[in-house]
């Protein structure tokens, strides 16, 4: 009983290291985009998807309609939305969960973006003024 304990602390801490890995690379990503150029997320995150959900901290899962989400998803969801200064990008893929990211706002900020509009495609254009808040460019 004592190592199977072990290792599901183990698992769960690899896991957890892992998660920030991949975070801080797409982040780090994200953060190498310029001021004042436009750009599209879909040649930064080159996985396949057709949605993007931007979700604040503290928003509800059930905001988000027309995305079948695994149990697992939502326990990864809650917990990456728990976190304040960060927003959690959700990539879709036919209403399907392909990859998730907690992002700090520091890196780049779509809480003004998402008080009106929270998912986007893969070819919508955005840009970052000096403060690195995103907006839309039609």
């Known amino acids: 009983m004592k190592n199977w304990t072990i290792g599901i602390i183990v698992s769960i801490s690899i896991l957890s290291c892992s998660n920030l890995n991949k975070d ?3 982040t780090n990503k994200l953060s190498n985009i310029a001021i004042n150029q436009p750009f599209q997320l879909n040649t930064i995150f080159e996985e396949d998807w057709d ?9 509800r899962l059930d905001s988000i309609r027309g995305v079948n989400f695994s149990e ?3 326990n990864v969801l809650m917990v990456s939305t728990s976190y304040e200064g960060n927003a959690t990008f959700a990539f879709i893929k036919n209403k ?8 700090p ?3 780049v900020d779509f809480f003004p973006l998402i008080d009106s509009i929270n ?11 000096e403060n ?3 907006s839309l460019i039609d």
């Open 132 to 134: 690195r808040v995103v």
């Open 72 to 74: 697992g998803d939502k």
């Open 119 to 129: 998912y986007f495609s893969p070819k919508q254009k955005f840009i970052l003024d």
């Open 105 to 107: 706002y520091t890196a």
């Open 24 to 26: 801080e690379f797409f």
């Open 96 to 103: 399907r969960m392909v990859q998730h990211y907690m992002i």
């Open 51 to 59: 949605t993007l959900y931007v979700m604040a901290p503290y928003e």
